[in-house]
């Protein structure tokens, strides 16, 4: 876009000078008063066109100056959300390892209640086994209905 607008001013600029010299040659004027009209309006000219550097310089100084600001803006919009990102993602983990210490805690105390369950279900079976092997295997028929 600010190539256009480079473009349009030249454009106008050069136009402006040949239609300025176009009419100045075919004027009711003398040389010498043709000459110094040219003098003064190449002067013009040239005025112009320096003003019109200087405002594009200034135009672009100053779009230069707001996109510098504008992306140091964002590199710091950009540095505060990864940080947040960074921090949230911290906890997040954080927060899952508790709970897989937690869920691991669990799974140890039910294993060890388990395990305490069927070691005792082990020595009573290992009892009775005992005590129906000892058992006198004469015609009890007591021993018999308990085995």
Do not use: C, H
């Not at 009419?23 to 040389?31: F, K, N, V």
């Not at 000892?134 to 085995?147: E, F, Q, R, V």
């Amino acid at each position: 876009m600010s190539d256009n607008k480079s473009d349009f001013l030249i454009g106008l600029l050069v136009g402006g000078a040949l239609g300025a010299a176009i009419a100045l040659l075919y004027a009711p004027q003398s040389g010498d008063e043709t000459r110094e009209t040219l003098k003064k309006k190449g002067g013009d000219l040239k005025d112009s066109a320096k003003d019109t550097y200087d405002r594009v310089k200034d135009q672009t100084s100053s779009l230069a100056s707001q996109v510098k600001d504008s992306s140091t803006s964002l590199a710091a919009t950009v540095k505060d959300s990864a940080a947040t990102v960074a921090s949230r993602v911290g906890e997040t983990v954080g927060k899952m390892k508790s709970d897989v210490a937690e869920g691991v805690a669990g799974v140890r105390k039910t294993t060890a209640e388990e395990m305490g369950t069927l070691s005792q279900a082990a020595r009573e079976e290992a009892n009775r086994l005992k005590t129906a092997v000892n058992a006198p295997s004469g015609g009890d028929t007591a021993a018999g209905s308990t085995a």
